[in-house]
Structures are given as structure tokens and as C-alpha cells.
């Protein structure tokens, strides 16, 4: 199938076309390589894709209209998987206009473009962090989620609602993807566990917030791309026994989907950093810091929905991925 893959610089978006590719499918690329965090990583993960025969990049901010029209105008999608955004919840404390150009502005621009050459089916990138203030564990896609802490939650729960809008509107199927602290070999400089792995090798002090007393539901890269791939082949269907008397957030009377991809196992922050320590054969030196604003003391999802439908869950245990994080890494940064 001929498939429109956003963030193909990004790190779900390089190994979502990858895949996809592998299998067989045309994939356009879309990605702008912007310098939120080193271009030259951006690079080499589309060094991975750029010369499969399957494969054709575009350089382009979802925030151009027409570039984003005739895009899809040229390439005539059937599957839209959209993954590019302005990623992190403290970044969007010191630039929120970012948020709104992409993750509002040109998240709009893909719906258009679905809309107007007959996409059969958008899966798009939402987040844990739309759960906010939320405390009932585990997070599950049937709790409503209308109390964010950061702009970044506030855009992915705007892109959920954008979405159903267009599916109402219009009838495109549409799903969407609350991820979980992705990780892996390939990841984003700005999260944690490359921030760690960094800091530990060169003999600095780690930052660890809330004095440490945070949980994370740690996913692992390949266990996001099956989730992914899995629910890309699935069109939904409208739920029979939606009412609006009693609306479910998960579904809908339209063809329209939520589902989370998370480990479904929390993982202590302590716990995390001592199997990284355990994984470099070195000791990190800790600086025990209050919350940030915007973050939340715990993740852990739900799965069951996935589950159910597209007959998988995430189960990679941590020490297996980081482990294979840490050869990437090594190998990598020729450390």
C-alpha cells in the first residue's frame, strides 16, 4: 500500500517506514529535520530508509499548507501514520508557539489533506500525558482525560478531538495512539534515559526529579512499531453501542478508535536508573531535584483494548531493552 509517514527523522517515525518498507509498502516521508535536538541523529536515522527503492523523502513543516496539500495531492496516501510533532512537555514551558504551529496547525493540515484525496486511514500519535491530573491507576482510554498539566498534553487531547471531529464531518476512520515513554536504540537526546546514559559516561551528575519518587510504564521501541503496524491494518468500525447518554472517550459512533501502547508494567525512576547503572558498569552520580511543572508523578497503561482488538501487548522487559539501548549507544558515540 502506499503509505504518508510523518516524522520519518523522528525516532517511532524512522522505525514505523522502516517496517513498513520491509514489508513491501510505498512510503512518502514527511519530516522537516528541525534542530529541536541534533540534526545530524535526524540524518543518520534517515540514512536507514532514504535509499530503499520504496522510499521518498519530502522535507517539509506540516505547518505549510500547500506543501502539505500537494503532498498528499502527489502521492494519493491510502494510510496516513502521523507521528511528527513538537515533542516534550518542559520544552513547551519555554516555547509554546512551537506547540501550536505543529501539533495544532499541522496536525489541521493532515486532516485536510485526508480529507480532501480519500485517505482510508489515519492512525495519529497522541500521549500518555493527556492523562494529566489523573490518579486512577492503571490510565485506561475509557477515563476521561479533560484536566492537562502541560501544553503539550493540552495539543495531543486537542488532536483527539480534531480527529473525531473530522471522522463526524467527514467519515474518514480514524485512530488514535497514546504512547508511553517510548524508548531504544535510535531515541530522543531530550528524554531521560539518553540524558542518564550521557551524563553517567562522562562522569556528571544526573538530574533526578521528585526526589526520585516518580513511575514511568517504560515501552520499548519495537513493541510501540508492532502496536503501530497492527492497528494501521485495522479499520475501525462505529461502536454499535456508543451512547451519548453515557459517552465512552475510547470510541465513538463514527469509525473512530483509542487505544494506549504502553508496557503495562511501571517501572520505579530509582529502579530504572539503577539497571542503567547495572547495564554501563558504572555508578551515577544523583542531584535529587523537586517536580517539574507540567510533569506527573506516575504512568502505567491499560492495554486491555489493544489487547483485545489487534491481539497484542508490549512485553519487552526493561533490562533486555536497555541493554539494547546501551549497545546502540556505545556503538554509536564510539564510547
Not at 500518555?128 to 498534553?153: I, K, Q
Request: charged fraction near 20%.
Amino acid at each position: 500500500m502506499r503509505a504518508l509517514v510523518t516524522g520519518t527523522a523522528g525516532f517511532i517515525g524512522n522505525f514505523v517506514a522502516h517496517r513498513l518498507l520491509e514489508r513491501g509498502d510505498e512510503v512518502l516521508g514527511l519530516d522537516n529535520v528541525n534542530a529541536y535536538y541534533d540534526v545530524r541523529l535526524k540524518e543518520d536515522r534517515l540514512a536507514r530508509i532514504k535509499d530503499h527503492p520504496g522510499f521518498t523523502e519530502a522535507r517539509l513543516d506540516l505547518a505549510d499548507n500547500d506543501g502539505v496539500a500537494r503532498a498528499f495531492a502527489d502521492f494519493q496516501p491510502e494510510r496516513v501514520i502521523h507521528l511528527a510533532a513538537q515533542a516534550g512537555v518542559r520544552y513547551s514551558l519555554e516555547n509554546p508557539h512551537a506547540y501550536a504551529d505543529s501539533n495544532l496547525t499541522g496536525f489541521l493540515n493532515i486532516l485536510e489533506g485526508c480529507r480532501h484525496n480519500g485517505v482510508g486511514h489515519l492512525v495519529f500519535a497522541s500521549s500518555s500525558s493527556v492523562y494529566g491530573a489523573n490518579t486512577t491507576m492503571p490510565f485506561s482510554v475509557h477515563h476521561n482525560v479533560d484536566h492537562p498539566v502541560s501544553l503539550y498534553a493540552a495539543t495531543k487531547k486537542a488532536n483527539e478531538l480534531m480527529a473525531h471531529t473530522y471522522c463526524h464531518l467527514y467519515g474518514t476512520p480514524m485512530t488514535g495512539l497514546r504512547f508511553f515513554t517510548v524508548y531504544g536504540p535510535w531515541g530522543r537526546p531530550d528524554m531521560a534515559l539518553f540524558m542518564f546514559t550521557e551524563a553517567i559516561l562522562e562522569g556528571r551528575p544526573i538530574d533526578v526529579y521528585n526526589y526520585g519518587r516518580m513511575q514511568r510504564d517504560f515501552t520499548y521501541i519495537d513493541d510501540i512499531v508492532e502496536g503501530v503496524m497492527r492497528v494501521v491494518d485495522r479499520i475501525p468500525e462505529p461502536n454499535p453501542d456508543w451512547s451519548g447518554a453515557a459517552p465512552d472517550p475510547s470510541s465513538s459512533y463514527v469509525p473512530y478508535n483509542l487505544y494506549n501502547i504502553g508496557n503495562h508494567s511501571p517501572v520505579a525512576l530509582m529502579d530504572f536508573i539503577a539497571e542503567l547503572e547495572r547495564q554501563l558498569g558504572q555508578a551515577a552520580e544523583k542531584r535529587y531535584l523537586p517536580m517539574q511543572p507540567g510533569d506527573v508523578p506516575a504512568t502505567y497503561a491499560d492495554v486491555a483494548d489493544l489487547q483485545r482488538d489487534v491481539g497484542f501487548s508490549p512485553d519487552t522487559p526493561l533490562a533486555e531493552g536497555l541493554a539494547q539501548f546501551v549497545a546502540w549507544y556505545r556503538d554509536y558515540h564510539q564510547v
